[in-house]
C-alpha cells in the first residue's frame, strides 16, 4: 500500500470514527429526549386526571349551585350565586334574615362549599331592599298590550301609619284563575297617618305619571275616600266583588237580631271552651272588621255541628246547644252563600265579561228563586250590583279583573314578614312587596338580575327613598326621644 492509500485509509478511519461518535451523541440525545417526553406524557396525563376530578367537582357542585354564574359584584363581597341564593330563600321559604344566616352557615359545614365567610343577616337585609327598589324603579315586567288596569287598596293601620298601595296589570283577563303576585307590578307605595280623597288622587297622579297613561279603569273596595278620588280622577271605577257581595249581605242581615245573638254567642263559646273537651270543635275566630266577607264560613261551621249533632258527646251537646235555635237561619244564609259563592268563584278565576254576568245571573235566578224576602233582596241587589258593572266594559269582548284579593294577598304576607314590634311602623322593608312581583313559582329561579341590581342601588339611594316616602314611625320617635 502506496503512502498515499494508507493517508487515505486514515482519514477514512478518523471520519468514520467521527461518525460513530455523532451517532452516539445522537442516539444519547434521543434517550434523554424520550426521557423527557415520557415525563411530559406522565405530566399530561396527570393533568388531565386533575381535569377530570375539577370537572367531577363542579359537576357535583352544579347540582346544589344550579347554572348561575359565580360572577362578583361591584362594591360587594359575595357574588351573585350567593346573593341570589339569599334573597331567593329569604322570600320564597320564609326564613328571617338571623335564621338564613345560620342556615347558610350549616350548608358550608355540611356540603363543603368552602366559602370563606358568611353573609350577616344585615347585609342579607340590605340585598333584599336594594333588589326591591331596583325592582320598583323599573317599568311594569310585562307590557301592557291592552292598556293597565291598576289595583288600590289602603291598608289597616301600622303602628302609626297606613300604607296606599297601587298595582298594575294588563287590563285584559286573559287567562283564568285567580290573580298571583307574578301577574301583578308594584306601580306605587304611599304611606301617611291617614288618608283623605285629595291624597289618594295625587298618589293616583304619581302613577299616572310613572307609566305615562291612565289606567282602563281602577279595582278597589267600596271606601268612600277611595271612590271620590276616582270620581275626581275621571276613572272606571271596578268595585271588588268580594268586598262589594258582601256589602250587600250586611245591608240585608246587618241588623238581624238572631244573627247578632249568634255570632256573640260564637265568641261566648270559643272563650267558655277554649281549655275543655268540646274545644276540638270550636268555630274559627270572629273578625271583628269586614264580618260579613267570612261569615260564609261560621254558617257552614253551624250547619255542620248541628248535623253530627245526635252523634256529640253530652259535654259537646251542652256547649253548642245554642245552635238549634239558629238552624232556621243558618239553613236560610246557607241558600243565599252557596250561590253567592258560586258567583265570587266565577267572578274571581274568569274575571267580569258579558258571558260571566249572564251566567252569574242565571244562577242567581234559579238557585235563589224561592225564599225569604231577605233572600230575594239579597238576589235582587247582587244582580243589580251586576248589571251596573257589566255597563262599565269597554265592548262586549272585553273582559275585566274584578277582584282586588291579590293585594289584600300582599299585606297579608308583608304583616307576617315585618318586625312584630308594634312601634315599627312601614319602613324601607316595604321595597319587599315589589321584590315578590318578580320572584316567579317556588321551585323556580327568579330571572332578577341580582347583580345589576345591587351595583346600580347604593345604600343613600335607600335613604333618600326612605325620607321622601315614609314617615317617622314610633319606634325612631321613641328612640329619639329617650337619647334626648
Given at each position: 500500500m502506496t503512502v498515499k492509500e494508507e493517508k487515505k485509509m486514515v482519514e477514512l478511519r478518523q471520519l468514520v470514527a467521527a461518525l460513530q461518535e455523532k451517532v452516539k451523541q445522537a442516539k444519547q440525545q434521543a434517550r434523554k429526549q424520550t426521557q423527557k417526553l415520557k415525563k411530559k406524557t406522565e405530566q399530561v396525563e396527570k393533568l388531565k386526571l386533575e381535569k377530570r376530578?375539577?370537572?367531577?367537582?363542579?359537576?357535583?357542585?352544579?347540582?346544589?349551585?344550579?347554572?348561575?354564574?359565580?360572577?362578583?359584584?361591584?362594591?360587594?363581597?359575595?357574588?351573585?350565586?350567593?346573593?341570589?341564593?339569599?334573597?331567593?330563600?329569604?322570600?320564597?321559604?320564609?326564613?328571617?334574615?338571623?335564621?338564613?344566616?345560620?342556615?347558610?352557615?350549616?350548608?358550608?359545614?355540611?356540603?363543603?362549599?368552602?366559602?370563606?365567610?358568611?353573609?350577616?343577616?344585615?347585609?342579607?337585609e340590605n340585598w333584599v331592599k336594594k333588589s326591591g327598589y331596583k325592582v320598583y324603579h323599573s317599568p311594569m315586567e310585562k307590557e301592557a298590550e291592552h292598556g293597565y288596569a291598576a289595583i288600590v287598596d289602603e291598608s289597616i293601620m301600622l303602628g302609626s301609619e297606613k300604607m296606599l298601595l297601587t298595582l298594575g296589570i294588563d287590563a285584559e283577563k286573559e287567562k283564568a284563575g285567580a290573580l298571583q303576585k307574578k301577574d301583578v307590578s308594584v306601580l306605587n307605595i304611599s304611606v301617611a297617618s291617614s288618608w283623605s280623597s285629595a291624597e289618594v288622587k295625587a298618589a293616583l297622579d304619581k302613577v299616572e305619571k310613572k307609566v305615562g297613561q291612565p289606567p282602563v279603569y281602577v279595582v278597589s273596595d267600596n271606601d268612600s275616600k277611595l271612590s271620590k278620588a276616582m270620581r275626581e280622577k275621571g276613572y272606571v271605577h271596578l268595585r271588588d266583588v268580594g268586598h262589594t257581595v258582601a256589602l250587600l249581605v250586611e245591608k240585608v242581615y246587618g241588623k238581624s237580631k238572631k244573627l247578632t245573638a249568634y255570632m256573640k254567642a260564637l265568641g261566648a263559646v270559643k272563650a267558655k271552651e277554649a281549655m275543655r273537651p268540646a274545644s276540638y270543635l270550636l268555630p274559627p275566630t270572629p273578625r271583628s272588621i269586614a264580618r260579613f266577607m267570612n261569615l260564609s264560613l261560621f254558617v257552614r261551621w253551624g250547619r255542620k255541628i248541628l248535623h253530627i249533632f245526635p252523634r256529640l258527646a253530652q259535654e259537646e251537646k251542652q256547649a253548642f246547644s245554642f245552635l238549634e235555635s239558629s238552624r232556621a237561619l243558618l239553613n236560610e244564609l246557607s241558600s243565599v252563600f252557596k250561590p253567592l259563592n258560586s258567583i265570587l268563584k266565577i267572578l274571581k278565576t274568569k274575571g267580569l265579561s258579558e258571558k260571566t254576568v249572564a251566567t252569574c245571573t242565571a244562577i242567581l235566578h234559579t238557585e235563589m228563586a224561592t225564599g225569604s224576602k231577605r233572600v230575594k233582596q239579597v238576589r235582587d241587589s247582587v244582580a243589580s250590583y251586576l248589571e251596573e258593572e257589566r255597563l262599565k266594559l269597554k265592548d262586549d269582548k272585553s273582559c275585566w279583573h274584578a277582584s282586588s284579593d291579590i293585594i289584600e294577598s300582599m299585606f297579608g304576607y308583608y304583616k307576617f314578614r315585618r318586625s312584630k314590634n308594634r312601634l315599627n311602623g312601614i319602613t324601607s322593608y316595604v321595597l319587599l312587596l315589589p321584590l315578590l312581583t318578580r320572584m316567579g313559582e317556588v321551585r323556580k329561579r327568579s330571572k332578577i338580575n341580582f347583580k345589576e341590581a345591587l351595583e346600580s342601588v347604593f345604600m343613600k339611594d335607600l335613604k333618600a327613598w326612605n325620607d321622601d316616602n315614609l314617615t317617622e314611625n314610633l319606634a325612631v320617635k321613641r328612640k329619639k326621644k329617650l337619647a334626648a
Open positions: 376530578a375539577v370537572e367531577g367537582e363542579l359537576k357535583k357542585k352544579s347540582k346544589v349551585y344550579g347554572i348561575l354564574s359565580q360572577t362578583s359584584i361591584e362594591r360587594h363581597k359575595y357574588t351573585d350565586l350567593i346573593v341570589s341564593l339569599c334573597v331567593e330563600l329569604y322570600t320564597k321559604c320564609h326564613v328571617s334574615f338571623q335564621g338564613l344566616s345560620n342556615m347558610l352557615q350549616l350548608l358550608n359545614t355540611s356540603l363543603k362549599w368552602e366559602m370563606e365567610s358568611i353573609p350577616c343577616p344585615n347585609s342579607i
